[in-house]
């Protein structure tokens, strides 16, 4: 469904992407896992569009996504840090966003925002609200118009248990209705039973895309965060 | 794309800047009037804050605008919409905005306290002016990534064209004396929008008489019908060229 070839992307001295070449397909849920500016967000940013790579090119449904614009119809995306205009409410971001991405015969997937319960607090400013909640806002916002891949940048980061379970559970029920999911996110044991396939960067560079069971059997670990964490021991 | 200007505009409406701006203009412009009996002595007095308070202000304002829309901007670069859209919509729904407080607060008592050919001719400046140096400030906040860099440079473009360009052209002046200055004279001030609007302003009023010999080469050139559209249209191209050049830009940039 998305193929990146080649895709390289330098900020100036800094690579941020060598050379990355991955394949994503409907059904999966992947997890893109790797330290502190590995690049896992440039590479999120490229798919989006929002970052331009410097060479190589990313194809969506097999056509390239350089100077279309159409297909982020079909993703939802929620950013590591979610940054809204700050002195608009929450329900006129929602408003916004429903009456920019209008799509005719979607059906408005506002489960997360009762879950959450901002229908409460809809008149809070966007500047006023804690990390957490924003959070809850770029997460509704992501699931809202029901699209078919869902790229998720930390989703859990900042959201306290009671609500990572929620999200979680929404993750797990899109998953089962067959949509392609990235996550990247630093708690592995946020992951382990979402996921069913790991992409591992380090440096800017892809070492390895696997199975998640066929990781499990390489490294002989059971759970994922110890599974990384033997990788990144012996250095694979 | 109408969405994106309608959600601009509702932004820029509740900014207090914007209201702040409209009032200053209107306390100036009432007051020059009133003071001065003679209303065409009370242009000649706007003149100067149609030339320089009202590009200044549009090319500050709008440049911290996009700064801090930053978030505004990703937050839609994320969602499918074309990204020249979007860019265009910030800039209609700036210089819409900013153009919009000029005509209240100046372009309107200009034409209550003085109609005629030179208040219009003022309006019109002040709103080609507003609309070029929003363009200028689209420009220099999509070149810099650093906010206090691109408000510099904004400020910085300001101050080349409203002063250092006319240092130059007159340091130019007094070296060339010797020579028959006029005609290059008229490709200068094609070079600065803030010249042009001053010359057909100028031209419009009496006293155009008081620049001596060059004025009657502008009188042949900008005067007639001709010239002033040419003059448009070359105001025109100072708005567009730095819009096609930001949007290039933009299009190409990491958020």
Known sequence: MIIATNVTKKFSKLTALDNVSVSCNKGQAISLIGPNGSGKTTLIKCLLGMVVPDSGFITFNKKNIAHNWQYRSAIGYMPQIGRYPENMTIAQVLDMMKDIRKQKAVQLDEELIYLFKLDGMMNKRMGTLSGGTRQKVSASLAFLFDPEVLILDEPTAGLDPLSTEILKEKIRKEKQQGKLIMITSHILSDLDDIITEVIYMEEGRLKFHKSLSQLQLDTGEKTLSRAIAHVMQAGL | ???????????????????????????????????????????????NLVLIIVPLVSVVFSTIYVYNAAEFIELLVSQPLRRVNIWLSIFTGLASSVCMAFLVGCGIPVLIYAPGDTGLMMTAMGLLLTIVFVAIALLASVLTRDKAKGIGVAILLWFYFTLIFDGIVLFLLFQFMDYPMEKPMIVFSCLNPVDLARILILLKMDISALMGATSAIFRDFFGNQWGIAATISIMLAWAIMPLWWSVRKFNRKDL
Do not use: H, Q
Request: charged fraction near 20%.
């Open chain 2, 1 to 47: 794309m109408k969405k994106i200007i309608k959600y601009v505009l509702l932004d820029l409406l509740r900014n207090r800047i914007i209201i702040a701006y409209t009032i200053f203009l209107a306390v100036i412009s009432l007051s020059v009037f009133n003071l001065e009996d003679n209303p065409s002595k009370g242009i000649l007095s706007l003149l």
